[in-house]
């Protein structure tokens, strides 16, 4: 069965970096697509990096465009979420989620992901 496990999140100061993990097993990442999302008190819930496997691409939002990187160790089977310049807007709950792929990563920012993991809290603060 699918299974999704964060790692990572923590207490960071502005200006600061932070690598996320998500183990994944269950699934081959060749056919899903996987993605992070955050989730702040009273917001609603943001697609802030994807990957498709079916063609290989990555996808942002601009809010994180050039601050966030996401990539993959197959051999590991995690995905990392690379968070650069981080900002107190930044501060979520951050959650690794995936769906069987068949488009590209963009389509996936928005999209109703089939499996969840539990997240991982990232805070932003002096």
């Known amino acids: 069965q699918v299974q999704l496990v964060e790692s990572g999140g923590g207490l960071v100061q502005p200006g600061g970096s932070l690598r996320l993990s998500c183990a994944y097993s269950?699934?081959?990442?060749?056919?899903?697509?996987i993605g992070w999302f955050r989730q702040a008190p009273g917001k609603e819930r943001e697609g802030v990096s994807c990957?498709?496997?079916?063609?290989?691409?990555?996808a942002y939002p601009d809010s994180v465009k050039g601050r966030f990187t996401i990539s993959r160790d197959t051999a590991k089977n995690t995905v990392y979420l690379q968070m650069n310049s981080l900002r107190p807007e930044d501060t979520a709950v951050y959650y690794c989620?995936?769906?069987?792929?068949?488009?590209?990563?963009?389509?996936?920012?928005?999209?109703?992901?089939?499996?969840w993991g539990k997240g991982t809290l990232v805070t932003v603060s002096p």
């Open positions: 269950g699934f081959i990442l060749d056919y899903y697509a």
């Open positions: 989620a995936t769906a069987r792929a068949g488009y590209s990563a963009n389509y996936y920012l928005n999209y109703p992901m089939d499996y």
């Open positions: 990957f498709s496997g079916s063609d290989g691409s990555t």
